[in-house]
Each structure stands twice: as structure tokens, then as C-alpha cells.
């Protein structure tokens, strides 16, 4: 099966659905509570997404990871409905996203997702040891026909349609707080091998002055150093970059997980400049009520 561009530019092909063959589990503690946390992916029938179950909680409450049920968090994205919340999900959906496991329930005995060294690359490897298995419904797509941006302060994201269908992500980082980090960029085509080698590992990342200001919070006190990257004045203390790009490459993995919650995959050029999770959330609203999908025919609403 296949989709057109608007205005006959070329035809996208819709991909299969895919879900998990088996289950998995992995543990660690969060960063934000500290509270050791098990979670567990499940394969799911096509069609139902990405839903989260606390299993904690009576009646084990379900959470849909759309944006319909986007909460406000400090530096992350969380997810609520009713009395059930999950908390610190971006890198988990990313890995999710980037991998293409459209169908899974992720089962947690705590709120908050483990946090590990700050990147996907651990939910990546449990992931790729389920393996993936195709479903027989083709993927929606919102296909991006014509271009729009949205502000925020000094920060923005821009969408514009890809003369390529494909799905491009660029990431435009000023971090005027380090200059140790500075400025940097980082472009992407949103394919699996890509993600999986290039984006995936690439880790959390903060200053010094905003680790103390967490701590006197009562924030991460399990975490030191060496578990993500904290900049001083002349780079990340008892680490090493990954990558010389690694902190653009890293808001630019927030930012797939993001946009998973369109419950779709977005055909277009996407470039940010200093946004976080709440403009990114604000562009999935966008991009959901500015564009119509389906599985033959998708275009501007």
C-alpha cells in the first residue's frame, strides 16, 4: 500500500505495524525519585500503541502514551490519566520510536522510568533482545504539506514538507549557560540502523550550577557524575563525550520521543532551535489538528 504527498509530490509507502516477539525486563532507579524501578515490555495487538500499566497501583490503571495525556514535568515528559501517572518517559519512547515497535505494553512498579546513563541505548539493547515481529495493519503517517513554526521566547520548531518523503529531524543547540557546551547541531534521517548507531547513546546532560539546584531540591541524590553528563566550565566531569555533538544529538532523541506521541509517523523536515519538551508537546498538538491521517490518503485538513 502507499500514500500520497499532497499535490502529487512523490508516493510514500506505508510500512507494516510491528510489535515485540517476546517479553522483556530491565531495572534501575530513577533519577528524580531514586526509588528502584522494574519495568517490563510486553508484546501488544496491533493497532493499540504504546500503553503504559502501573502494576503497582489496584486495578493496575493503563496510560495510552499519546500527547492527549501529556502532563507538565521540570526537564521531562510525564504522563497521566485519572490517578495513575508515569514520569520521566521521553527516552523510553524514543527508543520505542527509533526502533519502529509501534504496539507494546510497558508495565512499571514505580512512576518514574528508569534512568540509567541519561540515553535509549539501554532500553535499545533489552528491546533488540525481544526482537520485532511485523503486524498485518500498515503504520498511519501525517504527511507535512506545507510549512509552519512555533515560538516560544527565543526558541522554535519549524515543520516543512520533505521533497524526499522522509523523515528528517535537525537539532539547533545554543547553551548560552555552558560554554563548555555551546553551541552545536545535529541532523538526522529517522531511520532505524541510524538511530540505533547515532542518537540512541547519546546522553542526558546538565551544569553543574543545575545539579546543585536539583540536589537542594532533594533530586537525584543516587545519581554521581559518571551516570550522565555534567559540565563544569571545561567539560563533563568523570565522563567522556560520546560524541563531540553529543548534547544536540541528545535533544534531538527527546524530541523523537516527543513526537511519538502523535501515535503516527511524521513525514516532514522538522529543525528546532532551544526548544524542550513543552514546545515539542505544543508542536505534536499542532501538527494533530493542522493535518488529517489515515492509512490510504493523507494530506492537509
Same mark, same amino acid.
Given at each position: 500500500?502507499?500514500?500520497?504527498?499532497?499535490?502529487g509530490?512523490s508516493?510514500?509507502?506505508?510500512r507494516?505495524?510491528h510489535t515485540?516477539?517476546?517479553?522483556?525486563?530491565?531495572?534501575?532507579?530513577?533519577?528524580?525519585?531514586?526509588?528502584d524501578?522494574?519495568?517490563?515490555f510486553q508484546?501488544?495487538?496491533?493497532?493499540?500503541?504504546?500503553?503504559?500499566?502501573?502494576?503497582?497501583?489496584?486495578?493496575?490503571?493503563?496510560?495510552p502514551?499519546?500527547?492527549e495525556?501529556?502532563?507538565?514535568?521540570?526537564r521531562?515528559?510525564?504522563?497521566?490519566?485519572?490517578?495513575a501517572?508515569?514520569?520521566?518517559?521521553?527516552?523510553?519512547l524514543?527508543?520505542?520510536?527509533?526502533?519502529?515497535?509501534?504496539?507494546?505494553?510497558?508495565?512499571? /512498579?514505580?512512576?518514574?522510568?528508569?534512568?540509567?546513563?541519561g540515553?535509549s541505548?539501554?532500553?535499545?539493547?533489552?528491546?533488540?533482545?525481544?526482537?520485532?515481529?511485523?503486524q498485518a495493519i500498515?503504520?498511519?503517517?501525517?504527511i507535512?504539506?506545507?510549512s509552519?513554526?512555533?515560538?516560544?521566547? /527565543? =526558541?522554535?520548531?519549524?515543520v516543512?514538507?520533505?521533497?524526499?518523503?522522509?523523515?528528517?529531524?535537525m537539532?539547533?543547540?545554543?547553551?548560552?549557560?555552558s560554554?563548555?557546551i555551546?553551541?552545536?547541531i545535529?541532523l538526522?534521517?529517522?531511520?532505524?540502523?541510524?538511530?540505533?548507531?547515532?542518537? =540512541?547513546?547519546?546522553?542526558?546532560?546538565?551544569?553543574?550550577a543545575?545539579a546543585?539546584m536539583f540536589r /537542594?531540591?532533594?533530586?537525584?541524590?543516587r545519581?554521581?557524575?559518571?551516570?550522565?553528563?555534567v559540565f563544569d566550565d571545561?567539560?563533563?566531569?568523570?565522563?567522556?563525550?560520546?560524541?563531540?555533538?553529543?548534547?544536540?544529538?541528545?535533544?534531538?532523541?527527546?524530541?523523537?520521543? /516527543?513526537?511519538?506521541?502523535?501515535?503516527?509517523?511524521?513525514?516532514?523536515?522538522?529543525?528546532?532551535?532551544r526548544?524542550?519538551?513543552?514546545?515539542?508537546?505544543?508542536?505534536v498538538?499542532e501538527?494533530?489538528q493542522?493535518?488529517?491521517?489515515?492509512?490510504?490518503?493523507?494530506?492537509?485538513?
Open positions: 500500500m502507499a500514500s500520497l504527498l499532497g499535490g509530490m508516493v510514500v509507502r506505508l507494516q505495524e515485540i516477539r517476546r517479553e522483556v525486563s530491565l531495572a534501575g532507579f530513577g533519577y528524580w525519585s531514586g526509588r524501578v522494574t519495568m517490563t508484546p501488544s495487538p496491533a493497532g493499540t500503541g504504546v500503553i503504559f500499566e502501573r502494576c503497582d497501583l489496584p486495578g493496575k490503571p493503563r496510560i502514551a499519546h500527547i495525556y501529556r502532563s507538565e514535568g521540570q521531562r515528559t510525564n504522563l497521566a490519566w485519572g490517578p501517572a508515569v514520569d520521566m518517559v521521553e527516552h523510553v524514543a527508543a520505542l520510536a527509533g526502533l519502529q515497535i509501534d504496539n507494546c505494553l510497558v508495565t512499571c /512498579d514505580q512512576p518514574e522510568m528508569p534512568g540509567f546513563d540515553s541505548a539501554p532500553f535499545i539493547s533489552v528491546l533488540e533482545k525481544a526482537g520485532r515481529i511485523p500498515p503504520r498511519r503517517q501525517l507535512v504539506s506545507h509552519f513554526r512555533l515560538e516560544e521566547g /527565543d =526558541a522554535w520548531i519549524e516543512s514538507p520533505s521533497q524526499q518523503a522522509q523523515r528528517e529531524m537539532y539547533v543547540l545554543n547553551y548560552r549557560e560554554p563548555a555551546g553551541q552545536q545535529y538526522a534521517d529517522l531511520d532505524r540502523v541510524n538511530f540505533v548507531e547515532e542518537i =540512541a547513546p547519546a546522553r542526558t546532560f546538565l551544569t553543574t543545575e546543585r /537542594d531540591q532533594g533530586r537525584g541524590e545519581v554521581i557524575f559518571s551516570d550522565l553528563l571545561s567539560g563533563p566531569i568523570d565522563n567522556i563525550l560520546r560524541f563531540e555533538n553529543e548534547c544536540a544529538r541528545h535533544k534531538l532523541l527527546d524530541m523523537i520521543g /516527543d513526537f511519538s506521541l502523535m501515535g503516527c509517523d511524521l513525514v516532514g523536515r522538522v529543525t528546532a532551535y526548544s524542550g519538551h513543552r514546545l515539542n508537546g505544543a508542536m498538538s501538527l494533530l493542522r493535518f488529517s491521517m489515515n492509512t490510504s490518503h493523507l494530506r492537509a485538513a
